[in-house]
């Protein structure tokens, strides 16, 4: 079992800068690809971001690109998102999920998610 806990949400301004970061414990996700996902109050659940477990490989949703940057720290189990130039339409809950293979952007085929953390971003 993998548990996954997400830090780092908050309520800033249009243009600020938040870090989300996603730490695992119960067993490694180094070969794990994980992915970030956002979820705001009467929408589905979409994809945000994603990094494989070697590191190299990313991918990001159309609206993030530029201004997101996913990354990880195997050593540390953890993942990160810098979000900068943050947007009133990036509030959302934030949430993190791992998967064997490779990044998926399907939410559904993640096995592992945290809970959350709120993001807010006032115009």
């Known amino acids: 079992q993998v548990q996954l806990v997400e830090s780092g949400g908050g309520l800033v301004q249009g243009g600020d800068s938040l870090r989300l970061s996603c730490t695992a414990s119960?067993?490694?996700?180094?070969?794990?690809?994980m992915g970030w996902f956002r979820q705001a109050p009467g929408k589905e659940r979409v994809f945000v971001a994603g990094?494989?477990?070697?590191?190299?490989?990313?991918r990001y949703a159309e609206s993030v690109e530029g201004r997101f940057t996913v990354s990880r720290d195997n050593a540390k189990n953890t993942v990160f998102l810098q979000m900068n130039s943050l947007k009133p339409e990036d509030t959302a809950v934030y949430y993190c999920?791992?998967?064997?293979?490779?990044?998926?952007?399907?939410?559904?085929?993640?096995?592992?998610w945290g809970q959350g953390t709120q993001v807010t971003v006032s115009s």
């Open positions: 999920a791992a998967r064997r293979l490779a990044i998926s952007t399907t939410w559904s085929s993640y096995e592992y």
């Open positions: 119960g067993r490694t996700v180094s070969n794990y690809a």
């Open positions: 990094i494989n477990w070697n590191v190299v490989t990313t």
